[in-house]
């Protein structure tokens, strides 16, 4: 990384808020139901940019990182001032998502009993994961984390090979130099618990 992230007022990066606060900034795992590796399919990435583009619009949240993983995602967003209702966003996107990728002839897996009753369409897992960023380093740690999660799961062995990241867009920035990320940066070892 190029000495270190921007400073909150060089960006469009708030000042951090503590835990369940509104406005809050958040670092989230989403994962698909079974693991299933479709989020990287053409299909899947048509229906998750139309899902999050219709949702942002109803919804506001501004994205500060990703990596679309085939089987997960994960993402750091900042609310609104005033709004804390992150669960909400996601139950928009899943949904969405999976009404484009189902009416598009996307493959619909094993639905049972209980995720029947409650209209869920097999394609992701129930919950997700998110942590409350608490300050600018806990930001840094995560950015790096996602950008670096696709070497870590053995898809590509540089981190700038791997196209569905916010990696090439930091790069464009300054904020990481095109090499970064070809030995794990220091500290991801300590993010133990991030929804894996």
């Known amino acids: 990384m190029s000495n270190s992230l921007p400073r909150p007022g ?14 809050a900034t958040l670092f989230f795992t989403v994962v698909t139901f079974d693991r299933r590796a479709l989020l990287t399919t053409e299909l899947a990435l048509r229906s998750l940019r139309g899902a999050w583009k219709e949702t942002r619009g109803r ?14 995602l994960h ?20 949904s969405l998502l999976s009404r484009a990728y189902l009416d598009s002839g996307g493959w619909r897996g094993p639905v049972n009993a209980s995720r029947r009753e409650r209209e869920e369409t097999g394609l992701w897992q129930r919950r997700f994961w998110e942590h409350w960023i608490r300050d600018e380093e ?26 569905w ?9 300054g904020w990481y130099e095109p090499e970064w990320g070809e030995t794990e940066p220091e500290g991801l070892d300590e993010l133990t618990t991030v929804g894996e």
């Open 75 to 94: 993402c750091i967003w900042t609310l609104p001032d005033g709004d804390r209702d992150f669960s909400g966003r996601w139950r928009s996107l899943k």
């Open 138 to 163: 806990d930001l840094r740690r995560h950015i790096d984390y996602i950008h670096y999660n696709p070497v870590k799961h053995g898809y590509v062995r540089r981190v700038t090979d791997w196209p």
């Open 165 to 173: 990241s916010s990696f090439h867009r930091f790069v464009r920035k």
């Open 10 to 23: 060089e960006t469009d990066l708030p000042n951090y808020r503590r835990a369940r606060i509104e406005g």
């Open 59 to 72: 919804l506001f949240f501004r994205t500060q990182a990703i990596c679309i993983l085939p089987d997960h």
